[in-house]
């Protein structure tokens, strides 16, 4: 089983800032990479998939980079509508599908 | 858009057995893999199994033992798991993946089961 790590577990960013989220893989998995965000009481939304490319509909302020095992979330200005939990997952080697314990992301 | 609707019961006691479903609107089954993942209170996600496209089902070896997914009907899919106990209490979710990649595009609305006597 590949496991995900996610650094830091709360992130705190004044608004307009730029929010870097990390994740890790035990082992390569290439591009397979997705992020989601997920708010309160809501179910995940897809944010990125493949590493990089945006998902329907996502703002263009989100990105994603990284390959192998480093990967990398950014929101280049935060808005307070970002404020959630976002989760990184693989999907190289599966069963089982593997998510990261999750970066909370508050406003300072 | 697809659109994933979810059902079945939210309150059980222990050793009880989990049913829940999923139906899909706008796709039929063959079109694409189906999850379901859970997410205990305050905490992270975890993939419970999926049946794929082809009608395939992959299981999370964690549960392996004790969980069903099966497909109902072209647009319905269920998730069973047996003898439950208040470590699985979670919000369950239905999620669609791709054929041949994993990512998880479009999520049902998630219902909250809890284990408790």
């Known amino acids: 089983e590949i496991v995900m790590t996610q650094s830091p577990a709360t992130l705190s960013v004044s608004p307009g800032e730029r929010a870097t989220f990390s994740c890790r893989a035990s082992?390569?998995?290439?591009?397979?990479l997705a992020w989601y965000q997920q708010k309160p009481g809501q179910a995940p939304r897809l944010l990125i998939y493949?590493?990089?490319t945006r998902a329907t509909g996502v703002p263009a302020r989100f990105s994603g980079s990284g390959s192998g095992t480093e990967f990398t979330l950014t929101i280049s200005s935060l808005q307070s509508e970002d404020i959630a939990v976002y989760f990184c997952?693989?999907?190289?080697?599966?069963?089982?599908?593997?998510f990261g314990q999750g970066t909370r992301l508050e406003i300072k | 858009q697809v659109q994933l609707q979810q059902s079945g019961a939210g309150l059980l006691k222990p050793s009880e057995t989990l049913s829940l479903t999923c139906g899909v609107a706008?796709?039929?089954?063959?079109?694409?893999?189906w999850s379901w993942i859970r997410q205990p209170p305050e905490k992270g996600l975890e993939w419970i199994g999926e049946?794929?496209?082809?009608?395939?089902i992959n299981y999370n070896p964690s549960l392996r033992s004790r969980v069903t997914i099966s497909a109902v009907s072209e647009t319905q899919f269920s998730l069973t798991l047996n003898s439950v106990a208040a470590a699985d209490t979670a919000v369950y979710y239905c999620?669609?993946?791709?054929?041949?990649?994993?990512?998880?595009?479009?999520w049902g609305q998630g219902t909250l089961v809890t284990v408790s006597s």
């Open positions: 493949g590493a990089s």
């Open positions: 082992q390569s998995i290439s591009n397979s």
């Open positions: 997952q693989q999907y190289k080697n599966w069963p089982p599908i593997t």
């Open positions: 706008g796709v039929s089954l063959s079109d694409n893999s």
């Open positions: 049946i794929t496209h082809s009608g395939n």
């Open positions: 999620a669609r993946g791709g054929k041949m990649r994993r990512f998880l595009d479009s």
